[in-house]
């Protein structure tokens, strides 16, 4: 295996297996075995090819062109051997609901998993409690125990844990919520999104108000200007990044099984919306790796897709997507996905029913920056979002195709009955396996494994140091270091200026088509990081995860247009992160001052 300095840090410091001293007692290639063939196993229950499957697993792993999720990698033939990513759980108003979601969040948590919690249900702050007398303490109050256990038990667990903590934009407490994360000692163990309705983005549109409804008694309880509401939200993510927005209504139009349930909640990162007791599977599809080098005439293009992509002359060859190789990797990923449902250990019997009734995966992407650096084509370009939505089409049709294959074969998921699916067309070839199949994630240790770009994110600098997982990492783009080696501006003087910057801006010895290449994140408008965003969403199931990078100087109506123009776009939320507003991981880089 080909791992990175960067990458075997990462492994070592969390992936690879230890014996009761704490001493590695594995190696990469052994865990990628590890891994495959307990995924593989699942073939047994359909009289599947076990040894054969386990065999295709591990080669794309271990040749990083796809990766699971952390949990899969972490615990897959571990006795813990809980896979899944991304849960949601309900918050019940009462007592036991509460304090029962946060047994069952401590037990995901400590397998490496992620929560994601709607508090819209819990009465507000002064409310009346009948069966005590007494009034109550609101939603954040109980946020906050959350947050106190979640920093107790991520010590003792799988990998640090992470919460999402959601409140509707239309509850009593939604201003206390809005600026709780002003204060930097508050809720650092989650993030935290207002869920936005329609409703309050047309009375925004109108500049009108809108009802605030005790969730206890469905009475108005006052009314605010949509607007006021609005500007505060915008204070504190400019101040804080927090909150992020989630178009509740958005999510909810798409959501495949509402026979069974309304989604309230989404996974941490916010790309995976659930259903309470829902959990899902992810994994990601290195594009980095679907680029190849070519010469003469044009290979075949898979039947039935994308046109195919003008070749691009980078460094004395032409290179253009392997769509083949695409293919093939979208219904092997499918496949793992799905079979990693049926060898997953669950931590609570709901999540069990309900993840095996839905059946849901998350198929998505890393490496898209590397992909466009490597076709030549600028990430902020009309050339650009065209190909993003060409790649997710592509993906998106081959995993329901490989979905509805798999259907044929072990069954459509239990609740296709009466899902958005169970029309003629469908059911007529068997339904589907799975009611989502496509995520985009954000893959942030993934793609260090990997090595390669962060989900659909731009590079955030040529060369900079960043900590995960405790430990300090320097990283430096390595088609940068190739492209300056081969175009003959190469030096280590020039490698340590650029590192001290962050980006190619101001370099005369680089040329200009270089510079345009290499774009980072903090030189691409909020228009193009949005628009960008948008392209990916209109070919996945479920969500997106996208940071809408800004830099220090932003103006707070730069944030305002920002979450307007996500809604107009078609995203499901949005996340802005402005340089610098809360304590990082980051090394400070003059580009983004």
């Known amino acids: 295996m080909n791992l990175s300095e960067n990458a075997l840090k990462v492994l070592e410091t969390r992936y690879l297996l230890r014996d009761e001293q704490g001493n590695i007692k594995e190696t990469p290639e052994e865990m990628f075995h590890r891994v495959a063939n307990a995924v593989a196993s699942a073939e047994l229950l359909y ?78 702050r002064s409310d009346v409690v009948k069966s005590t007398g007494g009034i109550a303490s609101g939603p954040v109050s109980f946020m906050k125990i959350y947050n106190t256990a979640t920093e107790v038990i991520k010590q003792g667990g799988a990998r640090r844990g992470a919460n999402m903590g959601i409140l509707r934009i239309d509850h009593p407490d939604i201003l206390e919520f809005i600026k709780i994360k002003r204060h930097e000692e508050e809720l650092l163990n989650f993030n935290i999104s207002i869920s936005v309705t329609d409703a309050f983005m047309q009375a925004l549109k109108n500049d009108s108000e809108y009802d605030l409804v005790n969730p206890r008694s469905n009475q108005v309880k006052c009314r605010l200007r949509a607007k006021d509401v609005f500007n505060e939200i915008v204070e504190s993510a400019w101040e804080t990044g927090d909150p992020g927005i989630i178009f509740i209504d958005r999510i909810n139009r798409d959501n495949p099984t509402p026979h069974i349930g309304t989604i309230e909640s989404t996974n941490p990162c916010g790309e995976q919306p659930l259903l309470p007791y829902e959990s899902c599977v992810l994994g990601s599809i290195n594009l980095s790796k679907v680029v190849k080098a070519v010469s003469g005439q044009r290979s075949a293009v898979s039947k039935g897709n994308t046109p195919p992509l003008k070749k691009v002359e980078r460094g004395g060859f032409l290179y253009e997507i392997d769509w083949d190789s695409l293919a093939y990797l979208v219904k092997l990923g499918v496949r793992f996905l799905d079979s990693t449902i049926d060898v997953n250990k669950y931590p609570v019997p709901e999540i069990e029913k309900m993840h095996k009734g839905n059946r849901k995966i998350g198929l998505g992407v890393m490496g898209w920056a590397d992909m466009l650096i490597k076709l030549g084509i600028r990430y902020n370009s009309p050339k650009a979002y065209k190909l993003a939505r060409d790649v997710m089409s592509f993906i998106r049709n081959h995993a329901r195709d490989a979905s509805a294959e798999l259907a044929r074969q072990r069954g459509a998921f239990p609740n296709f009955k009466g899902s958005v699916y169970d029309t003629p067309e469908f059911s007529s070839n068997g339904g589907l396996r799975n009611a989502t199949t496509t995520t ?154």
């Open 440 to 593: 985009i994630a954000p893959t942030g240790t993934l793609s260090l494994i990997a090595a390669c770009s962060s989900g659909i994110e731009p590079l955030f600098a040529i060369a900079y140091k960043r900590l995960v997982l405790e430990t300090e990492l320097y990283e430096i783009n390595l088609y940068f270091l190739e492209t300056a080696r081969q175009r003959g501006f190469y030096s280590q003087e020039l490698i340590e200026r650029v590192s001290k910057k962050g980006s190619l801006r101001g370099f005369r010895e680089i040329p200009d088509d270089v510079k345009k290449i290499f774009v980072t994140s903090h030189e691409i408008s909020p228009e193009a990081h949005i628009e960008v965003q948008a392209a990916f969403q209109d070919f996945t199931d479920n969500a997106v995860s996208k940071t809408i990078n800004l830099k220090h100087r932003t103006t707070r109506n730069d944030v305002a247009g920002a979450f307007l123009l996500a809604y107009e776009k078609g995203c499901k939320g949005i996340t802005v992160f402005r340089y610098g507003s809360k304590p990082g991981t980051l090394v400070k880089l003059d580009e983004v001052d």
């Open 47 to 124: 009289g599947g090819d076990a040894e054969d499957w386990g065999a295709k697993y591990y080669e794309a792993m271990s040749d990083l062109l796809f990766l699971p999720n952390t949990p899969t990698l972490i615990n897959a033939g571990k006795d813990l051997g809980q896979l899944a990513a991304c849960f949601v759980l309900p918050v019940d108003d009462s007592m036991t609901g509460i304090f029962d979601s946060l047994k069952n969040a401590a037990l995901i948590l400590q397998s490496g998993g992620g929560t994601g919690f709607s508090f819209s249900h819990l009465r507000p």
